[in-house]
C-alpha cells in the first residue's frame, strides 16, 4: 500500500485496455475461496508517469479502489466482469517431458511455473500408463494449495530436483 494512494498492484496487460474508473473489472481469484470481486482502478502508471489507460503488452502500475493490501497476492489478475472468469483447482495441458531419470505416473508431483502463477501440482489423469524423456501426453494436473485463473492456450514449465518439461493448457476442469 502506498501511503494516501492506498493498494497498487504491477503487471502485464495481456489483451485489450485498461482505463482510470473503467468499471466492471474483477480481481481474483480471492485468497481464501477462489473468489473474483469488483474492484476499479484509480490511477495507473507506466515509466513513471501517470497515464489514462494501459495497452495490450504494456506493464504498468494500478491504484485500486475497494481492496487491501492484505487481499492481494502474486498469481491473481484484473479482468473485465464480462468475461466470468472463474478459478479452477484442475487443468489438463499437453505436455512434453525434456528430462527426466525414471517413469513419471499417476500422483507425480511438480511445481508448475505459468505465467506468474508458481504452485505445487499432482498428475490426477493421463492418456497413457507411464512417461519418460522425450515423451508427450495429455494430462490433468490439480493444484495442491489454492485454485488459480488458468486461460486455455497459456505455456508452462514444470519441474521437480531434475525433472523438467513444457506443456500447453488444452483445457479448464
Known sequence: AVPGVGTVVAGTVKSGVIGV????????????????HPTAIKS??????????????QTAAFA??????NQVRKGMA????????KATWEFDADIAILTHSTTIHLKY?????????RQAAKVVAMNCE??????????RFRF????????????FVFREGKTKGIGLVVGNV
Open 21 to 36: 474508473n473503467g468499471g466492471g473489472l474483477l480481481i481474483g481469484p480471492d485468497i481464501g475461496d477462489g473468489r473474483f
Open 44 to 57: 495507473i502508471h507506466y515509466k513513471r508517469m501517470t497515464v489514462d489507460r494501459a495497452y495490450a503488452g
Open 64 to 69: 485500486l479502489k475497494k481492496v487491501k493490501k
Open 78 to 85: 484484473i479482468v473485465s466482469a464480462a468475461v466470468d472468469p
Open 109 to 117: 508431483q511438480a511445481v508448475i511455473h505459468c505465467e506468474i502463477i
Open 130 to 139: 507411464s512417461l519418460r524423456s522425450g515423451d508427450r501426453a495429455i494430462v
Open 144 to 155: 495442491l494449495v489454492r485454485p488459480e485463473y488458468v486461460c486455455v492456450g497459456t505455456r
